[in-house]
Structures are given as C-alpha cells and as structure tokens.
C-alpha cells in the first residue's frame, strides 16, 4: 500500500465517523488539521536540529502561533503588525508547551557553552 492510498484509507475512515450531516468546512478543517500534524511530527525534529545550530526565540514563537491559529481553525497572519492588530491571540508565547520550554533551555545552553568556548580562543 502506497503512502497515497494509506492517507486516502485513513481520511475515508474519518468521513465515515462524520456521518451524512456533516458540513464540508468541518470535514475539510478536520482533515487539514490531520495533515498539518502529520508534517509537523517530520518537521519537528528539522526545527530542533535548526535549533541546535543557532537557537532562535522568535522563530520558537511563531512557530507555537501557527500551531495556535491552526488548532483554533484560523489562518496565520504573517504580518506581525497585522497580527498584533488583527488577531493578537495568536501570538505563540502563550502557547508554548513545558516540553518545549524544556527542550529549548537544553539546546540555548549548549549552544552558549559552544560560543563561549569559541570566545576563549
């Protein structure tokens, strides 16, 4: 079975499980949500690895927003005046989970014990 036909079996299982009354927006939300998680979880070991290169708090932010805006079913404003104006809620610092806290503080520190050896020199 082809990765095509796996998420094909998988998104029928879905609409099966929605039933005839379903609307469309909740079936399409419900399967880009899916999707989006589903790239995520490849992502996410990029992101970290980006992380442990030069580790950078707003992209960790922005990041979380997205995530936000997605989870709650809203499009992502790029434009941080925009946002700020528009939809302030999806600022990604609130949303940052203990884990990423977490997994942040580990790589910033070994990152600053690196660039303080690298000072040394």
Known sequence: MTE???GAAAHATDAARW???A???TICRTIERKLTSEKDGADDEAFWRQMERMPDLQALVERT???HAASIGEVYIE???RRMREAPHQSGYPHITPEEWARWDRVNEV????RR???KR
């Open 4 to 6: 095509a036909t796996k």
């Open 65 to 67: 927003g997205r995530r």
């Open 23 to 25: 609307d469309v927006a």
């Open 19 to 21: 039933g005839r009354d």
């Open 111 to 114: 990152y600053q014990v690196r």
């Open 117 to 119: 050896e690298g000072l």
């Open 79 to 81: 434009d941080p005046f």
